[in-house]
């Protein structure tokens, strides 16, 4: 039987027992309570500092790169979207004739230009803006749509002309426009495409008198410089120095309250011309009213002071309007009266007498047996028209242009003929002819003169009466008035003077002066030309002018055909200078091709002579002397 046992004791807490000391029988050992200490906080603040060391450290290293290694990079990269800078064009200087009367100048215009990174969809907000702008400013600049959206899809240049010089009204068509945009922008309806459409104030050069004097002024290119004539030849005195001007925009609009940077442009100069606008006027219409009733290529006509060498005239036939060149015929550009080289004729037969008198071989009454025909060389030479064997003087020779007398009076300069030729030669250069007549004009020609070693067996018989050598109007007038200026050639000269910005007037250089031949020599000659116009044997009766002494000679040559470089046709010319006796205005004329009617000097440009001559006389209040003619006689 088992024995009874006995219940559980209740344990009752009571003292630890200390560590060590001895367990009793059947306890289990109890073990004394643990502390909780906190970790060091020493590593993990070193850990943050150094995270947010290496942060600032990372911020420092940008800033020093953005605001000192790199901040003239970014700078720029601002200011391109910030500042834009436009060129301030300087305005041309105007053109004008000796009394100030404008014969080129300027007028408000505006370059219409634009910046492209406008036209972009980030700018724009529209996604294409370069074709929408165009689409709407084609009609108004007359452009091309295709080619205007062109330009405006290139925002890498931030610049670029949609059209230059246009007139304030274009610009007000697109300004309107433009505002109109901008409302419905600030209203939320819409976007402004052509806010990145700007106006540059520019000038337009305006010809007043439309073509008058066009060959001598020229006209400026669409680029703005000058294309031709003395445009051209002073174009940098003209054109001044262009300004500049950069400024903040926003949205296409400047920032008034950035301050801007300004470059003022310098006006350019004005050029005063040695031209008088009314004596010019009445060569032009003369020259071109004969031209179109001979049906000729072209003509011109010189006038010169004689006592200055100025030219006060210069006109061509055909001309053209340098306000539309689009409308002129490419042979009417230019200046034929300076770029043409033909052969002068008869005219050219006053410096073989010239020659002849200086040398002292013969007198203004030596006595020329003239035949009919006369065997030089490998030819015959005649004169204009049969006769019989004439029995003239040397004023006679020349009153009734022969060709034959001229050659037998030149022969008597030299022993020989490789001897007369330098001496002739000689005299012609002293004139002035082969070489360029010191105009320094563009383009012009020094006409063709051969050295006398180099002239063929027929030249050394054609040079003396005007054949065999090449001559421009200028040259030809200037032998003239060397002749009237008593044998002292001056240079001629268009320019008197340039006047600048400041106001002040520096005239042009003095012409220089070369004396051909001597005073008597040159009296002389004046009284054989004299008997061309005043006698009635005479070829230029047609330019007699009543009350005045006019001295002067007709020309007809054979014209060499620039297309085929044959000859075939005539030119026909006429020059002379007026009174005779106290010599004062030259006026030489020249006819290319005439084909309807007559086409001899005296007939066809005679009579334009007399009519430029007479309102040259009238214009410049030069009175008649009142004296006689010396009336030298044709035959012996």
Not at 90 to 116: H, M, N
Not at 152 to 161: G, M, S
Not at 388 to 412: C, D, F, H
Not at 548 to 577: I, L
Request: hydrophobic letters at 35%; proline letters at 7%.
């Amino acid at each position: 039987m088992t024995p009874p046992q006995e219940p559980p004791r209740r344990r009752v807490p009571g003292p630890a027992s200390p560590r060590g000391a001895a367990r009793g029988p059947g306890r289990r050992p109890v073990r004394a309570p643990q502390q909780i200490r906190l970790a060091s906080h020493r590593p993990r603040l070193r850990l943050v500092s150094l995270g947010l060391t290496l942060v600032l450290l990372t911020f420092v290293v940008r800033l020093l790169q953005v605001q000192a290694v790199d901040a003239g990079a970014y700078a720029a990269k601002g200011d391109v979207n910030r500042y834009v800078t436009h060129t301030l064009a300087a305005e041309r200087g105007s053109i004008t004739d000796r009394t100030g009367v404008a014969l080129a100048t300027t007028v408000d215009a505006y370059d219409i230009t634009a910046d492209p990174l406008l036209f972009t969809p980030e700018q724009s907000k529209v996604r294409d803006a370069p074709k929408q702008a165009a689409a709407l400013l084609a009609p108004i600049l007359d452009k091309d749509e295709k080619e205007l959206a062109e330009k405006l899809a290139r925002p890498e240049t931030r610049y670029t002309v949609l059209a230059r010089r246009q007139s304030p009204q274009i610009w007000k068509q697109i300004s309107d426009l433009k505002r109109a945009f901008e409302e419905k922008k600030s209203a939320g309806t819409g976007h402004n495409v052509l806010a990145g459409v700007f106006q540059e104030p520019h000038s337009k050069r305006v010809y007043p008198n439309k073509d008058l004097a066009a060959g001598v002024l020229g006209f400026v290119n669409s680029e703005g410089r000058g294309g031709g004539g003395l445009e051209g030849q002073y174009d940098r005195k003209l054109a001044g120095t262009n300004g500049k001007i950069t400024y903040a925009q926003s949205g296409g609009r400047q920032v008034p309250t950035v301050g801007t940077q300004e470059q003022p442009a310098v006006p350019g100069s004005d050029v005063e011309l040695t031209l008088d606008r009314d004596i010019q006027w009445a060569a032009q219409k003369a020259i071109s009213r004969q031209v179109q009733e001979s049906a000729a290529d072209r003509g011109y006509v010189i006038v010169q002071d004689t006592r200055t060498g100025e030219i006060l005239a210069m006109a061509n036939a055909p001309g053209f309007d340098p306000n539309d060149l689009s409308a002129a015929g490419g042979r009417s550009l230019g200046n034929a009266a300076l770029q043409d080289a033909y052969e002068p004729g008869s005219t050219s037969k006053v410096m073989s007498m010239a020659a002849v008198l200086e040398e002292a071989v013969a007198s203004s009454g030596t006595h020329v047996v003239v035949p009919n025909r006369l065997h030089r060389a490998d030819r015959l030479f005649a004169d204009d028209i049969d006769h019989p064997t004439w029995q003239l003087t040397l004023n006679g020779v020349l009153a009734k242009s022969s060709n034959i007398g001229t050659i037998l009076a030149v022969e008597q300069l030299g022993k020989t003929r490789k001897e007369t030729n330098r001496v002739l030669d000689s005299y012609l250069r002293k004139f002035g002819i082969g070489r360029e007549s010191g105009l320094g004009f563009p383009g012009e020609t020094p006409g063709i003169l051969a050295r006398p070693g180099d002239w063929s067996a027929s030249q050394q018989y054609t040079i003396p009466f005007g054949q065999g050598l090449s001559v421009n109007a200028v040259q030809a007038a200037s032998v003239y008035s060397t002749i009237a200026n008593g044998g002292k050639r001056i240079a001629p000269t268009l320019v008197r003077g340039t006047r600048g910005p400041d106001g002040r007037f520096t005239p042009a250089a003095a012409p220089e002066t070369t004396r051909v031949v001597s005073k008597d020599t040159a009296t002389s000659v004046t009284h054989m030309l004299e008997s061309v116009v005043d006698d009635e044997e005479g070829t230029g009766t047609r330019a007699r002018i009543p009350g005045y002494r006019v001295a002067g000679k007709t020309g007809t040559s054979n014209r060499v055909d620039p297309d085929t470089g044959r000859y075939r046709g005539y030119t026909a010319s006429f020059a002379g200078f007026a009174p005779a006796d106290k010599p004062r205005i030259t006026v030489y004329c020249a006819v290319q091709n005439p084909t309807r009617g007559a086409y001899y000097g005296g007939q066809v440009c005679g009579p334009v002579f007399k009519r430029v001559m007479e309102f040259a006389l009238k214009s410049l209040q030069v009175a008649p002397t009142g004296e006689k003619p010396a009336r030298l006689p044709v035959t012996f």
